[in-house]
């Protein structure tokens, strides 16, 4: 499609909308290619307990590497495939590797919870459930591993139905977590009253607590969502000072570059061999 139509009715070619559109195909038929050609990986992101002292869980994290570009990062293909609708089959490929690989690790005696991040196009897809459902049952992974993360956007572009999904994947049991919080515009006490279990703190708030009024909104909404029964994780915790701070103010799980970035599973598996936070509390580590 190349021409547009101007008021007087015929057409009128422009060059620069044209430019677009070709990019914007190339783009979605080399999404498509990333799927079929296996150049998309899943990599894992710990999350360790701050009580604890271990690896609770993971975040899955999409990966994109592509033949002649390079790594090409999720911040740029995401929003694009949420405009475009190939979220969905992107949401599918990455729910099903997670949930195999979460069912593996459990049998290999290494129960770690995975997260996987939802878009807002996800939740009005009214399969999402069922889809989840046979895929837990097809790897035998119990629901509780599996928790995924909205961002408040997510919940925001139709509440009610948002809501409804919401609800019945809290019933089967899996996890459900608020990413970026604070990024948003919807309140806590609107969030709050969705069926969720954890809030995630968004990194640009961790990022800056050493200026005093960030440092008190970081605290205030870890008191706040414990007033509220979440857990609270802080995300791109990138050095000691943050962690120590985080457990001061008792947030319950930290993320970030600090402890590791994120990695295709059997590096994860390696790292675990050796990280400090892979060894119990009691033994080893002291988190006062
Ligand atoms: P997010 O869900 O908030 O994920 C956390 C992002 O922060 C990841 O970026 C992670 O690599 C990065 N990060 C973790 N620790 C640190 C740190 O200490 N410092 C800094 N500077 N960054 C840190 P990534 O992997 O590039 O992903 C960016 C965003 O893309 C994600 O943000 C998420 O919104 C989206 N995304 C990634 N994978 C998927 C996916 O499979 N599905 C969907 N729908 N979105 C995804
Ligand atoms: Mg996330
Ligand atoms: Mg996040
Ligand atoms: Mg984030």
């Known amino acids: 499609y190349v021409a547009k ?16 559109q070709q990019e ?3 783009l979605l038929s080399e999404i498509r290619q990333a799927v079929e050609g296996h150049q998309l990986r899943v990599y894992y992101q710990p999350k360790v307990g701050l009580t604890s002292g271990i690896v609770e869980g993971v ?4 990966r994109w590497e592509h033949p002649r570009r390079g790594f090409v990062s999720p911040a740029e293909f995401i929003p694009f495939a949420e405009h475009t609708g190939y979220i969905k089959v992107l949401t599918r490929w990455v729910l099903e590797q997670a949930i195999r690989q979460c069912g ?15 878009s807002a196009r996800d939740l009005l897809n009214r399969e999402l459930p069922e889809l989840i459902v046979q895929l837990l049952d097809r790897y035998g992974t119990p629901a509780s591993l599996l928790c995924l993360e909205i961002t408040e956007s997510g919940f925001m572009e139709d509440p009610a139905h948002a809501q409804r999904v919401l609800e019945r994947l809290h019933e089967l049991g899996i996890v459900l977590s608020i990413d970026d919080y604070g990024t948003g515009y919807s309140s806590l006490s609107y969030v709050a009253r969705l069926p969720v279990d954890e809030l995630k703190i968004d990194r640009s708030f ?11 909104i970081v605290r205030s909404t870890i008191e706040l969502g414990h007033s509220l029964g979440l857990k609270v994780v802080a995300e791109g915790v990138e050095d000691e ?32 061999k050796h990280s400090e936070w892979s060894r119990p509390v009691a033994a080893t580590r002291d988190v006062s």
Not at 5 to 20: C, L
């Open 5 to 20: 139509r101007n008021k007087g009715g015929y057409a009128v070619y422009d060059a620069s909308y044209d430019t677009h």
């Open 24 to 26: 914007h195909l190339s």
């Open 59 to 62: 975040e899955a994290l999409i």
């Open 104 to 118: 593996q690790w459990r049998s290999n005696g290494m129960p770690l919870q995975v997260s996987v991040n939802i």
């Open 206 to 216: 961790v990022k800056q607590m050493s200026d005093s009024t960030t440092a008190t």
């Open 241 to 272: 000072a943050d962690l120590r701070t985080l457990r001061v103010y008792g947030c319950d799980q930290a993320q970030g570059y600090f402890m590791s970035r994120p990695l295709p599973a059997k590096e994860l598996e390696e790292w675990l």
